[in-house]
T-cell receptor, first 111, second 115 residues
């Protein structure tokens, strides 16, 4: 079955720096790759998605990169702010809307 | 306000005492799903429903039941809870439009402790 793994369980950055969170997946047939953010005490919240036929997509202060050759996905956050402190999950969407989540990376932003 | 609601938010119970966690969405979404979140294991899908009266097992369905009698509601039932079902539970919903990514909206979570 599909598996999704994150490279680092924790990441600490200084306010204003750029953050990069990495993720690896196993199933080449996945159509969509998604990043979710989970703040303490809340449910996961959608950040950005990328379709399998793309290699880069940008949002507001976030960029997702997809490398299908090595089955690698990354989330870049520009000018990281204290409000970005959260756990970030990558996920892949299979058929029937099923999402398979990675285990999460906890991002801590130091002032 | 468009949202997914869950009740209760916190529950402490004892082994074997049947319980139901309710989930409701007001966005007219076809797809609904339950996940459990455990430290070091991330989010794992328990059950999902593509539409009314259509439910299917996710990755960890053992010990759980669901029903989808109405589009807006998707209750999670634990007939005989056990301590290994102590977890943080999330309900989610989304549209179900083919050929696109349908963002899943998550509820606030229900923290369940089974003694």
């Amino acid at each position: 079955g599909e598996s999704v793994g994150l490279h680092l369980p924790t990441l600490s950055v200084q306010e204003g720096d750029n953050s990069i969170i990495n993720c690896a997946y196993s199933n080449s047939a996945s159509d969509y790759f998604i990043w979710y953010k989970q703040e303490s005490g809340k449910g996961p919240q959608f950040i950005i998605d990328i379709r399998s036929n793309m290699d880069k997509r940008q949002g507001q202060r976030v960029t997702v990169l997809l490398n299908k050759t090595v089955k690698h996905l990354s989330l870049q956050i520009a000018a990281t702010q204290p409000g970005d402190s959260a756990v970030y999950f990558c996920a892949v969407q299979l058929r029937s809307e099923k999402l398979v989540f990675g285990k999460g990376t906890k991002l801590t932003v130091n002032p | 306000e468009a949202q997914v609601t869950q009740n209760p938010r916190y529950l402490i119970t004892v082994t074997g005492k049947k319980l139901t966690v309710t989930c409701s969405q007001n966005m007219n979404h076809e797809y609904m799903s339950w996940y459990r979140q455990d430290p070091g294991l991330g989010l794992r899908q328990i059950y999902y429903s593509m539409n009314v009266e259509v439910t299917d097992k996710g990755d960890v369905p053992e010990g759980y039941k669901v029903s989808r009698k109405e589009k807006r509601n998707f209750p999670l039932i634990l007939e005989s809870p056990s301590p290994n079902q102590t977890s943080l539970y999330f309900c989610a919903s989304s549209l179900s439009v083919a050929g696109t990514y349908n963002e899943q909206f998550f509820g606030p979570g229900t923290r369940l402790t089974v003694l």
